[in-house]
């Protein structure tokens, strides 16, 4: 029995009820792949569980069984000229 939080159970009901859109869970060697893009920040959280079904909390947990680290995120280049200024301020290349 797959224990979950009531979070994801509430976010994720049609999934509980019909399964992850009818995709199985890819293979080890599929999944070391895709984690290891994640980790690289190649490629999505979102891609991620698309392409896999597993939610956020399991992505973790198969990432820590691999000694993966968590992608790191590169906010600006979202940000807009006025925060780019005060990033570049604040932090000098």
Do not use: C, H
């Amino acid at each position: 029995m797959k224990t979950i939080s009531a979070t994801d159970a509430k976010s994720k009901f049609g999934d509980l009820i019909t399964g992850p859109q009818g995709q199985a869970q890819p293979d080890e060697a599929y999944l070391n792949k895709v984690l290891s893009e994640y980790s690289n920040g190649d490629v999505s959280r979102r891609q991620i569980e698309e392409v896999t079904g597993l939610w956020f909390g399991e992505i973790l947990s198969e990432m820590a069984k691999r000694k993966l680290s968590l992608p790191r995120v590169n906010s600006a280049i979202k940000f807009n000229a006025n925060q780019s200024a005060l990033f570049e301020r604040i932090f000098p290349v």
